[in-house]
């Protein structure tokens, strides 16, 4: 979620024709930060967020879902966000559900890549038990037909 709503915050700042400096400078943050919060999705503080709703007089529903216009029309008056809309509530809760079920997965897939290494090289030896038991059989066949051929 972070991701969408700093690809919102640089689509704001491009329609408002603001460089990255501009528009940091507006809300009081580097403007290293601001560009990580746009290209990188990193976490954004609820300070930062009321900065930009209330100085580019921003709709926080869309800033924080891209649901409905950006900019608030003027008879709605001024928001601030208090505590953390539930949204964002549900998507840490989601991605911190997510972040386990990769550990789990990668933790799997190192197990199944040890696997794979241990039955590969279980595969060579048996290759090379075949090959030498093909061998045998060639030799002893010859062996036999031998000593057809000799009795």
């Given at each position: 979620?972070?991701?969408?709503?700093?690809?919102?915050?640089?689509?704001?700042?491009?329609?408002?024709?603001?460089?990255?400096?501009?528009?940091?400078?507006?809300?009081?943050?580097?403007?290293?930060?601001?560009?990580?919060?746009?290209?990188?999705?990193?976490?954004?503080?609820?300070?930062?967020?009321?900065?930009?709703?209330?100085?580019?007089?921003?709709?926080?529903?869309?800033l924080l879902t891209g649901d409905g216009e950006m900019l608030k029309t003027t008879s709605e008056s001024p928001t601030t966000i208090?505590?953390?809309?539930?949204?964002?509530?549900?998507?840490?809760?989601?991605?911190?559900?997510?972040?386990m079920e990769i550990k789990e997965l990668n933790r799997e897939i190192i197990s199944l890549n040890k696997e794979n290494e241990r039955?590969?090289?279980?595969?060579?030896?048996?290759?090379?038990?075949?090959?030498?038991?093909?061998?045998?059989?060639?030799?002893?066949?010859?062996?036999?037909?031998?000593?057809?051929?000799?009795?």
């Open positions: 979620m972070s991701k969408d709503v700093g690809l919102r915050i640089k689509k704001l700042r491009e329609q408002l024709n603001l460089t990255q400096t501009e528009f940091s400078d507006k809300i009081c943050v580097k403007q290293a930060n601001l560009s990580h919060i746009e290209n990188k999705g990193t976490k954004i503080s609820l300070e930062i967020i009321n900065k930009i709703i209330s100085n580019f007089n921003i709709n926080p529903e869309w208090k505590q953390p809309v539930p949204e964002i509530i549900y998507y840490r809760e989601t991605i911190k559900g997510k972040d039955l590969r090289s279980e595969n060579e030896i048996l290759k090379a038990e075949n090959g030498t038991l093909k061998k045998h059989e060639m030799y002893n066949i010859e062996d036999v037909e031998y000593n057809k051929n000799i009795g």
